[in-house]
């Protein structure tokens, strides 16, 4: 048997597989994506916040609403007219920690830190995920740590006002009254009657 090998002939290459991602890594890429959008649109306010304001309640609204109606004004607004309108008794005085602002520069130091470490990590297509989750975790690492870094220590005075409603004041001192205190409430400060 004679055999010929011609030159530039190969032989047929073996088909190549393609590759995926097991099922695991595509719900954890899947889960940190949308986890960092959250955490883009939280840092940026396009996610929006809850917030409350006090209403007034009480007396003065039932005086208001008498006058307008003509109608006299009921009991409890009349009473309420002769006692002082802002003053109350202090129910609670609680300290508490405001989470502080973020101005992005710990997720940018966090996400750059993160992708040369997540960098290290894996060959091919494993190493360019492994850097996408070190930017990813670390952008939200470092974003935590500068609002930990940026909290603030404040303090919620609840008093039950004299008409019966509460409200609630916050102060970032250390107030000079505490529960069972009579006080009076002007432009959201709080100072003891004697």
Request: aromatic share 4%; hydrophobic share 40%.
């Amino acid at each position: 048997m004679d055999s010929t090998f011609e030159i530039g002939h190969s032989p047929t290459p073996a088909p190549v597989r393609a590759r995926r991602l097991h099922p695991l890594l595509t719900a954890a890429a899947v889960s940190l994506t949308v986890f960092s959008l959250l955490g883009i649109g939280a840092i940026t306010g396009l996610i929006p916040t809850a917030s409350s304001q006090l209403q007034e309640q009480g007396a003065d609204k039932a005086a208001a609403k008498a006058e307008e109606g003509g109608k006299p004004a009921a009991k409890g607004a009349a009473s309420a007219k002769s006692t002082c309108a802002n003053c109350g008794v202090v129910e609670t005085v609680r300290m508490v920690q405001l989470e502080g602002n973020a101005s992005g520069l710990g997720a940018v130091a966090g996400g750059v830190t993160g992708a040369l470490v997540g960098n290290q990590f894996g060959r091919g297509g494993g190493n360019t995920a492994m850097t996408l989750i070190g930017a990813a975790g670390g952008a939200y690492a470092g974003n935590s740590i500068e609002k930990n870094m940026n909290r603030q220590t404040a303090y919620r005075i609840t008093v039950r006002m004299d008409d019966g409603a509460y409200r609630t004041i916050s102060q970032s001192h250390v107030p000079a009254v505490a529960a069972g205190d009579k006080v009076k409430v002007v432009n959201g400060n709080v100072s003891a009657i004697p």
